[in-house]
């Protein structure tokens, strides 16, 4: 069960037992007075009876049945001191009735009626009937019981009721979170079916909305960058031309690389801006293999050049927070720069360890400008910038110094997945 889901059931059933205790208590406490009460009025209902029966005959007292019903006992005290039905002694309340006066009384757990009747032979008689406390309590048990069972199932039925509502509102609301999650991991054509209360249906159709506005943004985008770049083309062109037509071949051959590499830039960009919205948080590549791949595509180009490239990987995958087309086009964007940069011979290792750290390290010269380690701002080429983009992206970053051989060293952090 959700948090939510608990904290709302917590909720209804804190309320429904303070309701129920609220209503469930005092109606067991006028239950139980007004069982009491026909106990009372039962014993009463004897005792006067009894008391005219004696009084229209005072024969009839030696034949009183001193039990009347279960609870129920009925006495007659006569001023000579005799006793009929059920034995009892001449208490206190008996002598004060004896002077005429009618009246109950608690006695022990129970309560005693007590009823004169005058002119009788020998004084004036006293009928006594006592309710004792299963009489007084009859039914209360029983009365009682049924109320807990009511109350029981009152607060269930309420607990179900909330687990219910709660249900209904956790499930509106994962599926926000869940479409929340898809968008943030680069799938823009992720949408929520709006579902539950307004309040959730309005956000449900505003994170549509959005996620179509993103959408059309992101498009526009790449079309505008792609538009762009294309135009770039034709101004790259005239300047090929005119590198080509420049008499000093020193010149010439400098102002065509300068123009090679801008084709190089051009073409990236619209490469990038045709390409789908780079994965998100969701995006997963195993390194190791990735690596093992891109290290055997350059290893026929190291044969001819007269290298040898050295692989150290983990045996098992190491996955990172990268898509993988971005992935080798940064171990690509490492891999050539070692090729571009160095002359034929220099050999290159490729090393990658299990908490997602990549570094290509050679034997050449290494930069001319080496920064301190832990720079990771550092733009040295196209390809290093495509590659340490990638690194901090998925959450790592880049560094850039010199190897034991005192070549060069690139190392990438990727975030892991």
Excluded: C
């Amino acid at each position: 069960m959700s948090s939510m889901r608990r904290q709302l059931a917590g909720l209804v059933a804190v309320t429904t037992s303070l309701v129920l205790l609220a209503f469930l208590i005092p109606l067991a406490i006028v239950l139980r007075h007004n069982a009491a009460d026909r106990g009372i009025a039962a014993a009463t209902d004897a005792a006067q009876s009894t008391a005219a029966l004696i009084a229209v005959d005072p024969n009839t007292a030696p034949g009183i049945n001193g039990r009347i019903d279960d609870g129920l006992t009925l006495s007659v005290f006569l001023g000579d001191g005799t006793v009929y039905g059920a034995a009892g002694s001449r208490t206190p309340s008996v002598e004060l009735a004896s002077r005429g006066r009618a009246f109950s009384a608690a006695s022990g757990s129970g309560v005693e009626v007590l009823v004169p009747v005058q002119g009788m032979p020998g004084g004036t008689a006293v009928v006594r009937a006592y309710a004792a406390p299963s009489l007084l309590n009859r039914g209360v048990t029983r009365t009682w019981l049924i109320l807990a069972a009511l109350g029981a199932a009152l607060f269930a039925l309420g607990l179900i009721l909330a687990d219910r509502l709660g249900r209904r509102l956790t499930t509106a609301v994962s599926a926000l979170a869940g479409t929340a999650d898809r968008l943030a991991a680069g799938d823009l054509e992720a949408r929520v079916t709006p579902d539950g209360p307004n309040e959730i249906r309005r956000v449900g159709e505003e994170l549509n909305r959005l996620a179509s506005r993103i959408g059309e943004l992101l498009t526009a985008e790449r079309e505008e960058v792609a538009d762009l770049a294309h135009r770039l083309r034709t101004p790259v062109a005239a300047l090929r031309l005119d590198a080509d037509s420049i008499r000093s071949d020193v010149d010439r051959d400098r102002v065509g690389a300068d123009v090679d590499y801008l084709t190089r830039v051009v073409d990236e960009v619209i490469r990038t801006a045709r390409r789908p919205v780079r994965e998100g948080a969701g995006a997963s590549a195993d390194l190791a293999k990735v690596a093992r791949d891109r290290v055997a595509f350059w290893t026929p180009l190291a044969e001819d050049d007269g290298r040898t490239l050295t692989l150290a990987v983990p045996d098992q995958p190491v996955l990172v927070r990268v898509a993988i087309e971005d992935l080798a086009t940064a171990v690509d964007g490492l891999l050539q720069n070692v090729f571009a940069h160095t002359t034929d011979g220099v050999d290159a290792t490729v090393n990658v360890t299990a908490d997602g750290v990549l570094t290509v390290a050679d034997t050449g010269g290494g930069f001319t400008d080496v920064p301190e380690r832990g720079v990771s701002a550092v733009s040295t080429g196209l390809g290093l910038d495509i590659a340490r983009r990638t690194a901090e992206a998925s959450g790592g970053g880049m560094t850039i110094g010199r190897s034991s051989a005192g070549g060069a060293e690139v190392t990438l952090r990727f975030g892991a997945a």
